[in-house]
């Protein structure tokens, strides 16, 4: 059931022009600069966006701009970490093609920290569809004071999506249109 919602949400994002991308990448990342949530977090977890997903490099920059510190993913024998990123030019291709800190120290959040989760889609009570790999799921799983906001653009969300027990729950999802606060039970 997910492998659907994966294909079908995947190729709504992958049907998005470059421009169309950036722009809507834009507005999202204006919404959340300028959020409370943003301005009171002592840090940001973020990604590095690869196929298509929403592009976080303005934020990382504006990040480096004000001296909040940046966190990105690394990944290693099926297990996901976060290390700091300082610059972009010291990153380095891992699995998936996606790029990480060549040189990474873990980092371990504070109950301030703010986590940009990406996602292939979201639904409106904040559950997500990634790529299969459960890396955000097994990583979050075991921290539960996080603030998590799953960030896609508007065509990525869903009514409702399948759920699993290990699946992890966002607080709120942000497109380029609205601010989705989820009610927890």
Known sequence: ?????????RARRDSLTQTEAA???????????HSELFQKSSSLFAYLDVRGEVQTRPLIEYCFKIGKPVYVPVTRDREMFFAELCDFSVLTEAGYGILEPAHPV????????????PGVGFDKCGNRIGYGAGFYDKYLNCRSCLHLIGICFEI????ELPTEDADVQMDSVLTEKRWLIVEKE
């Open 1 to 9: 059931m997910k492998h659907h919602f994966r294909q079908f949400l």
């Open 23 to 33: 722009e809507k990448s834009k507005a999202i990342t204006d919404s959340l600069i």
């Open 106 to 117: 873990e980092a371990i959040p504070d109950e301030n920290s703010l986590f940009i989760i």
């Open 156 to 159: 990525q969300l869903a009514d």
